[in-house]
């Protein structure tokens, strides 16, 4: 089973309001991972966890906030998003950092009104 | 500076009527080369990783080939099920962690 679990699929948000999206993986990865995906664009690298340790940051603005709670977990922290922010936000996991392939799971259609 | 390009960005085939993807990368080291299939509005579905050339994969209608410079992606006898954009990714050794560089995708579309 390579499945990567996110929620909620779509998200309507204010530029005021605080929300989270949550992705899920059971197969035993140890490093995780979200992207932002524009219309028409490949998915763009937000944040790597590798053993629940944050390993990569691609210099995205704090209103992005990243958290792992365990191996199995890993959360976005969304906070005075711009509407630019809008996009496809996509979690994925890999089995180590090396030479692993990436699984994705569906993404969360983000609106920031 | 590490690069993928994959061509062309639209091709439009009958059903049955067979063709390749390109993808071409320039990298300092080539640590492995993934191709995903992606429907609109969905996350990229995970097709084949190859790891140093020659290599060769093979899934359904499908056939990934690795060379030190590109990588095909065949589609043999298409479907109208197999219209999708197909995203090709490199992992290369000077890339800090596991960062996985895109190329803009090839957008398939199969009639019938």
């Known amino acids: 089973d390579t499945e990567v679990t996110q929620t909620p699929k779509h998200l309507v948000m204010g530029m005021t309001n605080k929300k989270s999206l949550k992705c899920e993986q059971h197969m035993g990865h140890r490093a995780m991972y979200w992207y932002k995906q524009k219309a028409k664009k490949p998915p763009e690298l937000m944040f790597v966890y590798s053993y629940e340790k944050l390993s990569i940051n691609e210099s995205v603005p704090s209103r992005f906030s990243p958290e792992c709670p365990n191996s199995s977990l890993l959360n976005l922290h969304l906070h005075a998003l711009q509407p630019e922010d809008s996009a496809l936000y996509l979690c994925a996991s890999s089995l180590g950092t090396a030479k692993e392939t990436q699984y994705f799971g569906p993404g969360t259609r983000l609106l920031v009104l | 500076e590490d690069q993928v390009t994959q061509s062309p960005e639209a091709l439009r085939l009958q059903e049955g009527e067979s063709s390749s993807l390109n993808c071409s990368y320039t990298?300092?080291?080539?640590?492995?080369l993934f191709w995903y299939r992606q429907d609109p509005g969905k996350g990229p579905e995970f097709l084949f990783t190859l790891y140093s050339a020659g290599e060769e994969k093979e899934k359904e209608r499908l056939k990934a080939t690795l060379t030190k410079k590109e990588s095909f992606l065949h589609i043999t006898a298409p479907k109208p099920e197999d219209s999708a954009t197909y995203l090709c990714a490199v992992q290369a050794k000077n890339q800090a962690g596991t960062a996985l560089i895109f190329g803009k995708g090839t957008t398939l579309s199969v009639s019938s």
């Open positions: 990298v300092s080291g080539l640590r492995g």
